[in-house]
């Protein structure tokens, strides 16, 4: 901890890096005059925004299959699972051969792995597994949705700067 003052009123501080508590950038060893807050507010929005639209994208564990994996959440992941899920419902699901030579009939083929690292192998879904896997998809992006809406509402009562810089994406629920 170092002691410096204020240029504006030669106030004697003590000072850790980051922001003190009146929204001050503390900078090596003088003050810098922060944003305005709402300009704080802004920039802070933008970067949960782009938080969470990672998150909706990084994947999600189901154990739709009985064995717990990773699946995918790009969009395009997101509307095949969305396309399957309509699908299943059809009356001939269980009956007809929907991907001829590649699983049999009533069930469509997923990849997934083990670890979220880990190499993809595909899975033959059932109905009720893809009815489970769809509902999972719903659960990952609902939690994201609340977590995001949940540091919205931190972010519009937060009063100061340093109120505004504790609020990140990585926090725990």
Same mark, same amino acid.
């Given at each position: 901890?170092?002691?410096?003052?204020?240029?504006?009123?030669? =106030?004697? @501080?003590? %000072?850790?890096?980051?922001?003190?508590? *009146?929204?001050? =950038?503390?900078? $090596?060893? +003088? +003050? !810098?005059?922060?944003?305005?807050?709402?300009?704080?507010?802004?920039? #802070?929005?933008? *970067?949960?925004?782009?938080?969470?639209?990672?998150?909706?994208?990084?994947? +999600?564990?189901?154990?739709?299959?009985g064995e717990t994996l990773f699946y995918d959440s *790009?969009? =395009? $992941?997101?509307?095949?699972?969305?396309?399957?899920?309509?699908?299943?419902?059809? #009356? $001939?699901? #269980?009956?007809?051969? @929907?991907?001829?030579?590649?699983?049999?009939?009533?069930?469509?083929? &997923? @990849?997934?792995? #083990?670890?979220?690292?880990?190499?993809?192998?595909?899975? +033959?879904h059932t109905k009720e597994q893809l009815i489970k896997?769809?509902? $999972?998809?719903?659960?990952? &992006? &609902?939690? !994201?949705?609340?977590?995001? %809406?949940? /540091?919205?509402?931190? /972010?519009?009562?937060? *009063?100061?700067?340093?109120?505004?810089?504790?609020?990140? %994406?990585?926090?725990?629920d």
């Amino acid at each position: 901890m170092m002691l410096w003052y204020k240029p504006q009123n030669l =106030e004697l @501080r003590s %000072w850790e890096p980051g922001l003190d508590e *009146e929204g001050w =950038e503390v900078v $090596d060893d +003088f +003050f !810098v005059p922060a944003l305005p807050l709402e300009n704080l507010k802004t920039m #802070k929005k933008e *970067e949960l925004v782009q938080a969470a639209a990672s998150a909706y994208t990084e994947g +999600f564990w189901s154990k739709a299959t009985g064995e717990t994996l990773f699946y995918d959440s *790009e969009v =395009e $992941d997101q509307h095949i699972l969305e396309s399957l899920y309509n699908r299943v419902q059809e #009356k $001939d699901w #269980k009956t007809t051969e @929907r991907y001829k030579g590649i699983c049999p009939a009533g069930q469509a083929p &997923i @990849r997934a792995r #083990k670890e979220i690292k880990g190499v993809k192998a595909v899975y +033959f879904h059932t109905k009720e597994q893809l009815i489970k896997l769809g509902k $999972d998809l719903e659960s990952h &992006i &609902i939690a !994201v949705k609340l977590k995001h %809406w949940r /540091l919205q509402e931190r /972010l519009q009562v937060a *009063e100061n700067a340093q109120e505004i810089e504790q609020i990140t %994406w990585n926090e725990k629920d």
